[in-house]
Structure formats: C-alpha cells, structure tokens
C-alpha cells in the first residue's frame, strides 16, 4: 500500500497559489537521569522521589532514576525521600541526555532533654 501525504509540484506553473510555509522548530527535548544517593555516604537511596517540570519518578533499588521530555532550557529538580532533607537544584539542560546524581543529606533528628 503506498500512503501519500502530499508533495510539492515538480512543476512550478501547476499550482500558482502554492506558499511554502516555514516549518517550526523542534522544541527543546531534553532527558535526564542519575542516581540519587547519600550526601555523606555516597550509599544509592531507593525509594526517593525525583521531580522536574511536573513530571516525577521513584528511584530504583539502586538509586537511579530517568525523566524523560523535558522541553525547558533550565529546571528546577526536586528531590525527596522521608528522612531526609529535601533538596531543590536548577539545572540547566541542553538537547538530549543530561546526567546528575543529587545528593541528600538525613535530616537531623531533635533531641530533647529534661
């Protein structure tokens, strides 16, 4: 079967009315991944969520994780898991993969004496 989606005339008199419309450019797509891991360990840290852009995922046994689709030059990347802090980077991404592995501190714990 031979699908055919339109073609520009090979002969410039056949249609007069014909304007070649400028194509828009591609929006900016960027991917990103890494693992997210202790600040003072370096240990993976499963279960932490990473977010950009409204989009998030959950990070894997060891630690990683990959956001696809961002269509922003500069984001802000969110990383959380109970027991630590959060932490909250700009990023800037360039077209394509991007690498960055965050590091999240534990949260201190309070300690009350009587």
Avoid: W
């Avoid at 002969?11 to 990103?32: G, T």
């Avoid at 984001?75 to 932490?87: E, P, Q, S, V």
């Amino acid at each position: 079967m031979v699908l055919s989606l339109g073609c520009i005339p090979s002969n410039p008199d056949a249609d007069d009315n014909y304007v070649a419309a400028p194509l828009e450019p591609a929006p900016h797509v960027a991917h990103l991944r890494g693992r997210v891991r202790d600040f003072n360990t370096g240990a993976p840290i499963a279960g932490a969520r990473v977010e950009a852009e409204g989009l998030f995922v959950v990070t894997s046994t060891d630690g990683a994780y990959a956001i696809g689709g961002l269509r922003v030059l500069i984001t802000t990347l969110m990383t959380t898991k109970d027991g630590y802090d959060t932490l909250r980077v700009q990023l800037a991404l360039p077209r394509g993969d991007s690498q960055f592995d965050p590091r999240i501190r534990v949260t201190p714990t309070l300690v009350q004496t009587r």
